[in-house]
């Protein structure tokens, strides 16, 4: 027999959710044939059958969080003795493909009865519990039906679990509010959508940034009137058959030089160290709406990229967003994201900062209005801006500063381009 398991397909990620069985109990496979897709907090991913033969066991089930290391599928190698399953224990037995035992076996398929009363808790806490070697099974939980915390795993690290004094208390109140809701919501939904997979991701990510980071969104406005100019001066003089750049690679290519003026925006708060950590990689990750939910490619380098590179760059990875074949190196490395919301015709929003980056910006609608200009009314092309950002690591008056910046390249692209490489 082959345990197929569950191993490391992104970096250091620990644990991932089952998202789809590519195979039922009884199928014959091949090698490399996929059999289990799974999803972490960046990918989706195939595991591929390491050899050829029949499926004999599931072990896991479709929207379960397993770690890494976990047997998600059991197969018998093509051409093995189904005797060699029914020796008795204690005689040798010949290693697998993947080098495991007949005793090894054994051991895991105790496990799921083990994970029957399996604790609720978002995957980040149980990252928590397993980066501080705690199993998560014997800590209490004092959230809502029982679900364990952050809080929980760092007081039981500390030996102060027995204080469940007080979520013992807690409890009969959360069972209570439970009831309260559920009273009044519908008896019979009109349809019902499973929350797992990359959604599911999406919610625990968001969740862990807003209860981690205390966000401040800063507004503003940018007469882009002068660089839709520019673009189309451009267009035209490319002609018809000639490519266009977007406005957006005008954006990425003015955050890239603005966010060396501020590097403070361009950093990681590292907790653990007690340090707010400059990057000197300007890679900015561009949130993308796909069918499968939103995702996070990223530009690398934009600041040593020319404009029309980043232009060819972001149309390579909205491409293989939509088409959900993001590699891994597209995914990480982001130090700040940006959301162009403003062609879907959104005027304002309070985005939710990429943890654990320290900012995020979001583009909205680009509108002709009225303006004052050397004290004339003029019509201009003007857009809104939302910026989000870390109060820990900056303040208000250093993000109305970096939009003063941004504003004032955008405003000007011929300043704009004397600060290009």
Do not use: C, W
């Amino acid at each position: 027999m082959v345990e197929v398991k569950l191993h490391d397909v992104g970096e250091g990620m620990t644990e991932g959710e089952i998202s789809e069985f590519l195979v039922q109990v009884g199928d014959q496979v091949k090698i490399d044939q996929p059999l289990v897709e799974v999803q972490t907090d960046k990918v989706s991913a195939e595991l591929p059958s390491p050899v050829a033969g029949t499926v004999k066991e599931i072990r896991a089930e479709i929207g379960e969080v397993v770690t890494v290391g976990t047997t998600v599928l059991v197969l018998e190698k093509e051409g093995a003795s189904v005797d060699n399953d029914e020796q008795p224990e204690g005689q040798p037995k010949e290693k697998s493909a993947l080098g495991q035992t007949k005793v090894q076996m054994k051991i895991s398929r105790h496990q799921p009865t083990k994970n029957t009363h399996r604790v609720l808790a978002t995957p980040y806490t149980r990252r928590i519990a397993l980066e501080n070697r705690v199993d998560i099974e014997k800590i209490t939980g004092t959230g809502p039906a029982g679900r364990v915390m952050d809080d929980d795993v760092y007081r039981f690290v500390k030996g102060e679990q027995e204080a469940p004094a007080a979520s013992v208390a807690a409890e009969p109140v959360v069972e209570k509010d439970t009831a309260s809701k559920e009273s009044t919501l519908p008896q019979t939904p009109a349809k019902t959508i499973p929350y797992r997979g990359r959604r599911k991701q999406i919610g625990t990510k968001m969740t862990h940034s807003l209860q981690t980071i205390p966000h401040v969104t800063h507004f503003d406005e940018v007469d882009v009137t002068n660089v839709l100019a520019l673009r189309e001066e451009l267009k035209a003089e490319q002609g018809e058959s000639g490519s266009t750049v977007s406005v957006a690679a005008f954006f990425i290519k003015a955050l890239a030089i603005t966010l060396k003026d501020f590097p403070i925006f361009n950093a990681i708060l590292n907790e653990e160290k007690q340090e707010i950590q400059l990057q000197d990689a300007y890679n900015i990750g561009l949130a993308a709406d796909t069918d499968e939910g939103l995702i996070v490619p990223v530009v690398k380098s934009a600041d040593q990229k020319s404009i029309t590179e980043i232009h060819t760059e972001m149309k390579r990875v909205m491409k293989l967003a939509k088409e959900n074949k993001l590699s891994k190196a597209d995914l990480t490395g982001g130090t700040f994201t940006v959301s162009n919301v403003g062609p879907l015709g959104s005027v304002g929003a309070t985005p939710i900062i990429n943890h654990p980056e320290v900012a995020l910006i979001a583009f909205h609608k680009t509108k002709k209005m009225p303006v004052v200009r050397n004290d004339e009314i003029v019509i201009r092309s003007v857009m809104n801006l939302s910026m989000s950002f870390d109060h820990r690591v900056a303040d208000g008056a250093a993000a109305v500063a970096f939009t003063n910046r941004f504003a004032e390249l955008i405003e000007n692209p011929t300043k704009m381009m004397l600060e290009m490489v």
